[in-house]
């Protein structure tokens, strides 16, 4: 085997596993700093598909009622987007992310729902319906404690993060040991058709 690549796939994954590591610690150190990044990131998301919506509104040719779906989300996507960086900083952001993510849930939730009870054929179809309840039983608990629920995400995503981190580096490690014992068993296996 490469000792080369060996060494580059170990270190690599260490690495990975340290800056992962490294940020859901401060994640869970500095939640508002995160809160206000996130926040800011929806802002941007929200102005640059609200410009592509109004873009595509006025240059596809559609029917008329996709013109106009465009046109109207699009500019909702940038009045939403204005508000969010006219309060920047302020509680406003978080609360505009809160609720598109509780409504994103909900509309999830729903449509999950919808097509457990509509397709009776479907593999699966109760975890449709249980995904779908549970769903717009969390944009509902988003919609109603808005705040609570981000900071809540935020610090479970702190969490996942450290403990991704640390998986990553129990798996460079075993990278390391199986590359280790790879190249140890083609040595000898060579060593021994060259006698």
């Known amino acids: 085997m ?3 690549l060996d060494q580059q796939l170990w270190k690599g994954a260490l690495v990975a596993s340290v800056l992962t590591t490294v940020l859901g610690a401060m994640v869970l150190l ?3 700093p995160t809160i206000l990044v996130a ?3 929806f802002g941007v998301y929200l102005l640059m598909s609200g410009f ?3 873009f595509l509104a006025f240059t596809l040719p559609p029917s008329a009622a996709t ?4 046109f109207l989300t699009g500019a909702l ?3 939403l987007a204005i508000l969010s960086f006219r309060h920047f900083g302020e509680d406003y952001a978080v609360l505009l992310l809160s609720v ?3 409504t994103g849930l909900i509309l999830r939730g729903v449509s999950e729902s919808a097509v457990a009870l509509s397709e009776r054929d479907l593999p699966g179809r109760s975890w449709y319906g249980v995904l779908g309840i549970l769903s717009m039983i969390a944009g509902g608990i988003v ?6 629920s981000v900071i809540v995400l935020i610090l479970v995503s702190g969490v996942s993060l450290v403990i991704l981190g640390f998986v990553q580096g129990v798996q460079a490690f075993q990278i390391r040991s199986d590359t280790k014992a790879a190249r140890e068993t083609f040595e000898a296996l060579y060593n021994w058709l060259a006698a």
Do not use: I, Q
Request: hydrophobic share 55%; charged share 10%; net charge negative.
């Open 52 to 54: 592509a919506e109004l």
């Open 39 to 41: 926040s800011t990131m």
């Open 77 to 79: 996507s940038l009045a």
């Open 2 to 4: 490469n000792g080369g």
């Open 67 to 70: 013109r106009l779906m465009l």
């Open 100 to 102: 598109w993510m509780g």
């Open 143 to 148: 919609l109603a404690w808005p705040f609570d």
């Open 30 to 32: 500095w939640p508002g």
